[in-house]
């Protein structure tokens, strides 16, 4: 009853979603033959089914080198993750991962579920890394390594400083970004991007992740995973767990409107970066999670249920983006559209107000003098029209039928 809910709701979600599921089920049966190349695609659609859904935006050779590049850092974050292996474990193995990619009879245990059958059968990974051109190879060997040593730092240090934040978003997410770069350029796709913006790309993911994944972190187990900068969350509370206690709602929302400030200061880079990408591709796969992001971090702001469990963008809304997002006219008017519905949460009371609104004004400013917001319609702000719930119902109906049809065709 609730999904049906939100598609009287939101009956422009039903032609996305429908497109999604279809998409979704053409990548099953897209799975490479090759033993090690199906482990590989088959588990990335098992670890994050939204990167195996846009990863196929990408051409065949592109796609396997960034598909392996990911599954590789995957690899490394669940290491860092697994809060019961001991440091002294885990810090060599963080600093030599780089050199285990190359070694098809490596595998660690750790990690849980997915995570587990990842790490046991890796060799399937090494083994197809080791089929990727000598330029994938060494743009993927240097992230990571230059990764592995990141975590390995602070595995032995907390995230005191809003400098320590950015170092540590760096090592984990604004080298992804840097590596993207090298990737599509060893491609032959695009120019070399600058490491500043690059990084901006991956630091804004990331601390959309972290803001989202508070209570996820603050209760594994068995030890409190801390990705929030003491700086930031010592003017509010006295222990960073403090925050998703009842009493304390008042100062954790001020705390996470704090954080989701600090984040907005790479929106303009972003832009920037995406701006600059010629190849439509390239372009697609990046601008959907960055879209995402913005629109997650629209959720959270001033939201308290980031304290009481999941916040994340409605799937129909989800698969508007992955849709709709072609060009750079509907980056800037998603941009501007989540940051106009962010806009309106801000409470002139907050402490960081001035510093919020200063920097989403600064990205509207930026979205406007494109000239984009003129040329195309805003999938948020009309999502909310209201339809003759018989017309809707009718309309899924149709479209079941089609989606059934199209999955029982026999592939050609």
Not at 43 to 70: D, H, P
Request: charged share 25%; with cysteine.
């Amino acid at each position: 009853m609730g999904a049906l809910s939100t598609m009287l709701k939101h009956p422009d979600d039903i032609y996305p979603l429908l497109k999604l599921k279809i998409a979704s089920r053409q990548i099953e049966k897209q799975i490479p033959a090759d033993p090690h190349w199906a482990f590989c695609y088959t588990m990335l659609q098992k670890v994050s089914r939204s990167f195996a859904l846009v990863i196929q935006q990408l051409g065949t050779e592109l796609r396997n080198a960034v598909c392996i590049f990911y599954l590789v850092l995957r690899a490394l974050d669940t290491v860092e993750d697994d809060t019961s292996i001991a440091t002294d474990v885990k810090v060599p193995i963080l600093l030599a991962f780089h050199r285990h990619i190359y070694d098809p009879e490596w595998h660690f245990a750790c990690g849980t579920n997915n995570y587990k059958v990842l790490m046991d059968e890796f060799h399937h990974v090494s083994t197809a890394f080791l089929e990727l051109g000598k330029g994938y190879q060494e743009a993927i060997e240097d992230i990571t390594e230059r990764m592995g040593a990141g975590m390995a730092k602070f595995i032995l240090k907390e995230v005191e400083a809003i400098d320590d934040y950015d170092e540590y978003c760096h090592y984990v997410a604004g080298l992804v970004g840097l590596g993207l770069s090298k990737l599509f350029h060893a491609a032959g796709k695009e120019d070399l991007a600058s490491d500043s913006l690059s990084n901006s790309m991956g630091l804004f993911l990331q601390k959309t992740n972290i803001i989202r994944d508070y209570l996820e972190d603050i209760n594994e187990i068995p030890k409190s995973r801390m990705f929030w900068p003491r700086q930031i969350w010592s003017k509010y509370v006295n222990k960073l767990e403090d925050l998703k206690y009842e009493e304390n709602s008042e100062k954790a929302v001020q705390c996470l409107n704090d954080m989701v400030t600090n984040a907005l200061m790479h929106m303009e880079d972003c832009l920037k970066y995406m701006a600059a990408l010629r190849d439509p591709a390239i372009f697609k796969f990046c601008a959907i999670p960055q879209i995402m992001a913005i629109g997650t971090l629209a959720l959270c702001y001033n939201n308290n249920e980031v304290f009481r469990g999941v916040v994340k963008m409605r799937r129909g809304l989800t698969a508007k983006v992955i849709d709709r997002t072609k060009s750079m006219d509907d980056v800037y008017g998603a941009f501007f559209d989540f940051s106009s519905i962010l806009k309106s949460k801000v409470d002139k009371n907050d402490p960081n107000a001035t510093k919020t609104l200063s920097r989403v004004e600064a990205v509207q400013k930026l979205c406007r003098d494109s000239g984009a917001l003129s040329r195309r319609k805003s999938y948020v702000a009309n999502s909310e029209q209201s339809y003759n719930s018989t017309l809707i119902v009718a309309l899924f109906i149709i479209l079941a039928i089609i989606y059934a049809y199209l999955s029982a065709s026999p592939r050609v």
